[in-house]
């Protein structure tokens, strides 16, 4: 046997071929189908047209796109500031207890752990305008909560978001924590002996030294807001109204709803793209020396 | 040592061509399943198909959401022999893909035109030949609480003039005046638009437009939306407010209805069964009628719209058909069997559109369930019916009728544009080829 074929690389190789063979027809395959597809008017069963550019023309006169576009936006700011805030506050306070932070670790971390569907369904009760809130307060004479704010297009996409941010900011905490054990103590004894104060050591000791599993949480939020779906689909289906529609329902409901394959598939090859110029972002501001 | 070795031999040989020679023929189907209704399937059909004859082994196998499970499925050619979908619109596109089977062979043979309501029948057949079979017809109509409406002297009404005063005083009494939620089934909205083109616009002029014989954005059309969006908009006639009717999910509006938090509720047939468990529960006695006249240009006497609620068909790729043939003919072919196998369902289900006569139902039958079937029956045959949104429209328009209702409902676009859009897509369908059979009227 030629000696390249039984040396450590090859065997390296080996291993991972079960992978790649697997990524190859599950993942890589159809991901480069879906870029053929966007060209087509295909419904998912029969005849392959070519079409061109007809889809990409269409998607951008396509109002309801251009709303989940926007809604997705929004979306990210949305968690790109509350769940971080929140998280990098309860995670800072969270290194000085001592005894019973266990516990606090595991209330917070709790609904990352239940099941969209678990999460959507207390939410849907706790805001029925009949059984929730809206009725309790009711019977109490109070007209608060009376309409359920999953059902009323100006609130509904920040209540799904809600929801999703509840489940999403004890994963966060989790993360920051393990980051903020890892600053060495010495720096903030010497900040300590200077009379640095609770928020000067959070603002130029913890966050500086943070930063990797900081900046990676962004990415991670940025890139998970994207294909965001399960929430919006259970709580809401993108309604009222699309007012809570966001791109990857839109997608969902050309390609299984309404049967335009090859238009979902543009829809699909769009969000693609938009992930890679994240991603692109962050490679560059790497090699230009930043820590991320 | 030999002999005993032959001997052996064919025996063994004997035994294996038996049993492939006379093994009976294995039909596997994949139906839409419902935890209420499955065991009853399997076991009024399923298991009854398989005591009463040994020629065909029918596997029954229960899937949620067919559509998606059976489409990977016939794309990789594989799939069970027989299959349901959701309606005409998915066997149009099955049909043009090749994925589904011609039963018109053996519609011939076994006579199935004969032994189905002309309009079911019709409604699988595609280029000439059918594709498919509803297993299940339903209309629409309303349920109220007669014991409520004789307390408060309140007749049923028969016009928009008397629907619109008895509104009144039903909502003067502090109730709703119809229970409804679109929380656990959003596309629900497209059964209030099918009833106000039928009851507003009328059975024919919704009839030239599917055929494409007038404009949806005809002001019959437009008006007809209109009056919607003004009922659940402006008067809040489904459970008081649009926001509340977005939040109440089945057992929410059942239960509203049955406790008086309204006084009428408008659906489909498959309302009889829990309606009438749900009275059950309470002192109040209910009845049904067919949905009022709106408009004088909708007809004078009360419309029924066809409706199937799920087909059943044949996979191109079986190598069974023959066999899967033979089970839908079994199914067709005993009236008393089938009315017995629905009314254990509540009629709400399995309701195969057969030709159906006095003779044929349960003395014990509920007499209201019975004043549906034949009266529906007798309308339909003598071609006073109209036409419900997800047995007639194609996909995408059929998809836009209940997606972009609720635009109209939020006042972002107005009963015009919405009708324009619809046009739209009606005339993309129409090119298309995308559109489903609709039978001469």
Not at chain 2, 269 to 274: L, R
Not at chain 2, 368 to 383: I, M, N, P
Request: net charge negative.
């Amino acid at each position: 046997m030629p000696k390249f074929l039984t040396s450590i690389n090859a065997i390296s190789w080996y291993f991972l071929f079960p992978v790649i063979f697997i990524h190859f027809f599950v993942v890589m395959f159809p991901s480069v189908l879906s870029l053929l597809l966007c060209l087509t008017d295909w419904n998912g069963f029969g005849r392959i047209n070519y079409v061109g550019l007809e889809n990409f023309q269409e998607l951008f006169r396509d109002r309801v796109f251009k709303k989940a576009v926007k809604h997705n936006i929004i979306w990210t700011v949305m968690f790109l500031t509350i769940p971080v805030i929140v998280a990098l506050i309860i995670a800072y306070l969270l290194t000085g207890i001592k005894r019973g932070q266990l516990f606090y670790r595991l209330v917070y971390f709790f609904p990352y752990i239940l099941a969209s569907i678990v999460n959507c369904l207390i939410w849907r009760y706790i805001f029925h305008p009949r059984h929730g809130l809206g009725g309790w307060f009711e019977n109490q004479g109070i007209d608060f909560l009376a309409k359920s704010p999953f059902a009323m297009k100006e609130t509904a996409l920040y209540a799904v978001a809600w929801v999703d941010m509840w489940h999403f900011w004890g994963f966060l905490v989790i993360i920051y924590l393990t980051g903020m054990y890892q600053v060495d103590d010495s720096l903030y004894e010497a900040a300590d002996i200077e009379g640095a104060t609770k928020f000067q050591k959070f603002r130029y000791i913890t966050l500086p030294m943070i930063r990797p599993i900081f900046v990676l949480s962004l990415i991670i939020i940025i890139i998970w807001s994207v294909p965001t779906f399960d929430y919006v689909y259970i709580l809401t289906m993108g309604g009222p109204a699309y007012s809570s529609e966001v791109v990857a329902n839109h997608l969902y409901s050309q390609a299984f709803q309404r049967m335009n394959v090859g238009y979902a598939s543009t829809i699909g090859v769009m969000m693609f793209f938009y992930v890679g110029i994240i991603v692109g972002f962050f490679a560059i501001l790497r090699r230009m020396g930043w820590e991320v | 040592m030999n002999k005993i070795l032959n001997i052996f031999l064919t025996f063994i040989l004997t035994a294996f061509f038996a049993t492939s020679t006379f093994a009976a023929t294995k039909v596997v189907w994949w139906m839409e399943s419902s935890a209420d209704t499955d065991p009853t399937v399997q076991e009024m059909m399923c298991d009854a198909f398989n005591a009463e004859q040994d020629e065909v082994e029918l596997e029954c196998v229960f899937k949620e959401d067919i559509n998606d499970t059976i489409r990977p499925a016939l794309l990789s050619g594989s799939g069970p022999d027989m299959f349901d979908t959701p309606g005409a619109s998915y066997i149009k596109i099955y049909q043009d893909a090749g994925l589904v089977k011609s039963m018109q062979e053996y519609a011939d043979q076994y006579g199935w035109q004969d032994k189905l309501l002309g309009w079911a029948y019709n409604s699988g057949v595609f280029d000439g030949e059918l594709y498919s079979i509803p297993k299940n017809y339903e209309t629409m109509i309303y349920f109220y609480n007669k014991t409520l409406f004789e307390e408060n002297g309140w007749s049923t009404p028969n016009n928009l003039e008397e629907v619109e005063s008895l509104a009144a005083k039903i909502k003067a009494k502090g109730m709703n005046v119809y229970a409804y939620g679109s929380a656990g089934w959003q596309p629900t909205h497209e059964h209030l638009v099918g009833n106000y083109f039928n009851t507003y616009a009328g059975p024919d002029n919704v009839y030239k437009a599917l055929i494409g014989e007038k404009k949806w954005t005809d002001p019959e059309f437009v008006e007809a939306i209109e009056l919607l969006r003004k009922h659940m908009v402006d008067e809040g006639y489904w459970s008081g407010d649009l926001e509340t009717y977005y939040s109440l999910d089945w057992d929410d509006f059942n239960n509203e209805f049955a406790t008086r938090g309204s006084a009428m509720l408008m659906i489909g047939t498959w309302g009889f069964n829990v309606t009438a468990t749900n009275f059950g529960e309470t002192s109040d006695d209910w009845d049904w009628n067919p949905l009022p006249i709106l408009n004088s240009q909708a007809g004078s006497a009360p419309n029924y719209q066809l409706a199937t609620g799920g087909t059943m068909s044949i996979n191109a790729a079986s190598k069974n058909a023959d066999g899967a043939a033979k089970v839908i003919d079994w199914i067709l072919s005993d009236k008393e069997r089938a009315l017995k196998v629905t009314g254990s369902l509540g009629y709400g289900a399995w309701l195969l559109p057969l030709k159906y006569t006095d003779a044929d139902f349960d003395p014990n039958i509920d007499p209201r369930q019975k004043r549906f079937l034949t009266e529906f029956a007798e309308a339909s045959d003598s071609g006073n019916y109209g036409y419900t949104t997800w047995t007639f429209y194609p996909n995408d328009p059929g998809v836009h009728i209940w997606k972009d209702m609720e635009v109209v409902w939020a006042g972002d676009i107005t009963p015009l544009e919405f009708m324009e859009e619809s046009q739209r897509l009606w005339d993309q369908a129409r090119a298309d080829d995308a559109l489903v059979p609709v039978g001469k009227r």
